[in-house]
């Protein structure tokens, strides 16, 4: 059994190297986002789905090693918590505490960098608008439907082109 709580735990120490990782990227992509630096955040894209690739297939690595585990305190290897690895050995619990941490990590800039997109994209709608002389409204006067405006407004760029 020592080798399969060995085997588990090296697994989970490389999903760590590798979350590290993605985060270290999420914080450049946080920067390549404020700078506005396209090809730097196309890159780091590029980069982040490779790990993502190690990391599934430590993933099913981490389920054959879960599986001998699994065996001995008779629970399916997709069953199996970090919390049960730490009552059967607590050699798992700074293991545990590392995963969680660099997880929430990750968690709170994959937020933030979302959020950032959210509002470039809605600078670059609004932009769009603006040039394209299109109202965007939130609500509508329902007795204005149907009924056109004759009147255009000057846009910088002329739609019918």
């Known amino acids: 059994m020592a080798e399969y709580v060995a085997g588990l735990e090296n697994n989970l120490q490389q999903q760590i190297a590798f979350y590290r ?30 790990i993502l690739l190690e990391v599934g297939q430590l993933e099913e690595e981490r389920l054959y090693w879960a599986e001998f585990f699994g065996k001995e305190v008779g629970k399916k290897a997709e069953d199996i918590t970090l919390m049960d690895l730490i009552q059967y050995s607590p050699g798992f619990e700074p293991i545990g505490q590392e995963f969680e941490k660099v997880i929430s990590q990750l968690k709170n800039l994959h937020e933030i960098n979302a959020k ?18 299109q109202k965007h409204t939130t609500y509508s006067n329902p007795s204005n439907k149907g009924v ?11 739609k019918s082109i």
């Open 21 to 50: 990782q993605l985060v270290e990227l999420e914080q450049e992509k946080q920067k390549a986002l404020v700078d506005n630096v396209i090809e730097r955040i196309e890159s780091i894209t590029a980069q982040e789905e490779k």
């Open 148 to 158: 056109k405006n004759e009147f255009s407004q000057n846009n910088l760029i002329n």
């Open 116 to 133: 950032l997109l959210k509002s470039a994209l809605s600078i670059a709608d609004f932009t769009l608008r603006l040039l394209t002389g």
